[in-house]
């Protein structure tokens, strides 16, 4: 495991996480360095939704510690302005009532806003440019000024990543990203998070179900079923024994078969 | 023509004048908090605050206090009640609402029946009087406007990442309970300051039908807002001109143009040629 002397963009000890009267994550400690893709497997109700919920003060924690980037994140989810700022979460299932008048631009450049008290038309050309930049990037310029309830699932994910990418971030966390993206989309979809990485340094921290794309784009793996498992390099932590304690010893088998 | 002189000698009334401006003032609040009420489906909850209201008034007759004095901070704290109601118990939204509602109704028409005659009578609570409107209750609803103003001006886009979304919002660090909170109290403040003019039954048809017409009007969220607003304001003036032209009751006279405003911005898109995107 690389250890620098760099402080980690995200350091989780000891996290215990309740859902109810049960454990969802019990005792995980990981962290996260600058530039780097870390990934978190592990079977259906494994707790890894929880797990980036309770990074992000979605869920109240039982018990442990969040830093993220230098501050702690208080017990109710509190975290300074401008580190949640540095931050960008793309949800797995983003459910929003369609009836909403919202145009493209209108949300990416929600992701652009500070979020405390400001006037609406603060910086208003940065802020457009970054609007035009990001989907630029996600490819979806042509979006721009049409409603949200009109977007396909597809098109509504590369919405949302222009949204996360709008502001020049230092972590993002995803749950289950390219889920609803067509082959294309999805290896664009990688290649940007490789740019993002390589090139402007951010931490990336993504729950995936897809093994083969964890094994080749990730530089770090996180097991996951309810504690952590294992971590390490994919080649490490997706090897068959790691494997079958995570998923269990038939998953291994059906996956060697195919 | 004659119809026409006898509206315009209307309005030089000073009670005339002071209705219009009340209604304005009402229509652009309403307006306002009202296309945040409906997309995050509080419309039912603005219907209930405006039910207790009487409750309140009815409270403050009882006690030989102003009912103009009482009904603002009974509003809000029983918005804040409601509020506390709807988070921690497992019932259904609408029925709790129905529950609320129709027991403070119920039990604002006994506590009426004690105070022996009220000198406006239940007619003018349930409907309203924007003739009786004073000048110190235009004072009050031009303050409130600006803070409303103010307050969804300053965080309109928190807002609208709420609305659209709360766990993206929590995610970016919005305080959604502390920002719910405030925006109950302001639709409280609204709804208080607005029942003297429009009654009881009466003023969330304010809240709940710009906003909708509005809806139908709008390509961006921030037009919506504001044409939202526009439309309270409009239909408040066409209703008051329509009321003093027809000598017609003046609270449902607004409400009627909303209807036909509402109904007009059904109609509009589908008039319109198909635009390709």
Redesign the interface.
């Known amino acids: 495991m690389r250890c620098g002397l760099k402080e980690p963009v995200l350091a989780v000890e000891r996290l215990t996480v309740y859902r109810g009267t049960y454990a969802a994550v019990q005792d995980v400690s990981f962290s996260l360095e600058a530039g780097t893709d870390t990934a978190i497997v592990g079977p259906n109700g494994a707790g890894k939704s929880t797990l980036v919920?309770a990074i992000?003060?979605?869920l109240p924690r039982q018990t442990g510690n969040i830093v993220i980037l230098g501050q702690a994140l208080g017990h109710k989810?509190?975290?300074m302005?401008l580190i949640?700022?540095q931050?960008a979460?793309l949800?797995q299932n983003?459910?929003?009532?369609r009836?909403?008048?919202?145009?493209v631009?209108?949300?990416v450049?929600?992701g652009w806003?500070r979020?405390?008290?400001?006037?609406?038309w603060v910086d208003r050309q940065a802020r457009r440019a970054a609007i035009q930049s990001a989907l630029m990037r996600v490819d979806a310029t042509h979006l721009k000024?049409?409603?949200i309830s009109?977007l396909s699932g597809g098109e509504t994910k590369r919405v949302l990543l222009a949204y996360c990418l709008v502001y020049p971030r230092r972590l993002l966390i995803l749950d289950e990203a390219p889920a609803g993206l067509d082959m294309r989309s999805e290896s664009e979809f990688y290649d940007l998070l490789y740019q993002l990485k390589q090139e402007q340094g951010w931490a990336i921290l993504q729950i995936s179900h897809d093994l083969d794309m964890v094994r080749r784009h990730s530089d770090r793996v996180l097991c996951l079923n309810q504690t952590l498992l294992c971590q390490g390099t994919p080649e490490i932590a997706l090897s068959p024994e790691n494997l079958s304690t995570a998923y269990g010893s038939e998953f291994v088998r059906y996956r060697h078969r195919h | 023509m004659t119809q026409l002189t006898h509206i315009i000698e209307l309005f030089q009334l000073p009670f005339m004048q002071r209705a219009l401006i009340g209604g304005v003032l009402t229509g652009l609040m309403g307006g306002m908090l009202g296309s945040f009420t409906i997309l995050r489906q509080l419309s039912f909850f603005s219907d209930a605050l405006g039910h207790s209201a009487l409750l309140g008034i009815s409270i403050g007759l009882l006690l030989g206090l102003n009912p103009s004095v009482v009904v603002l901070p009974f509003a809000v704290l029983f918005a804040l009640g409601v509020n506390y109601l709807l988070e921690h118990t497992r019932l259904w939204t609408d029925a709790l609402l129905n529950i609320i509602y129709s027991s403070s109704l119920a039990i604002a028409i006994i506590t009426l029946s004690f105070v022996g005659r009220y000198k406006g009578g239940l007619h003018n609570l349930l409907f309203g009087d924007i003739l009786a409107v004073q000048e110190l209750d235009l004072v009050f609803s031009g303050g409130l406007l600006i803070v409303c103003t103010v307050f969804i001006g300053l965080t309109l886009r928190t807002q609208m990442l709420m609305t659209l979304n709360e766990p993206l919002a929590i995610a970016r660090g919005v305080a959604v309970s502390a920002h719910r909170t405030a925006f109950i109290v302001l639709l409280s403040l609204v709804v208080g300051i607005s029942i003297k003019a429009i009654g009881v039954l009466l003023v969330s048809a304010f809240i709940v039908i710009p906003a909708c017409a509005a809806r139908f009007l709008s390509r961006t969220f921030a037009h919506y807002v504001v044409l939202s607003a526009g439309l309270g304001a409009l239909s408040a003036v066409l209703g008051m001109v329509i009321s003093a032209g027809f000598n017609l009751p003046s609270g449902p006279s607004i409400v009627a143009t909303q209807l036909a405003i509402f109904l007009t911005a059904i109609a509009l898109p589908n008039l319109r040629l198909p635009v390709h995107e």
């Open positions: 919920q992000l003060g979605i989810g509190a975290l302005p949640r700022q931050i979460y949800p983003f459910l929003f009532d009836r909403i008048p919202m145009t631009e209108e949300l450049g929600l806003d979020l405390g008290f400001q006037m609406p000024r049409q409603l009109g």
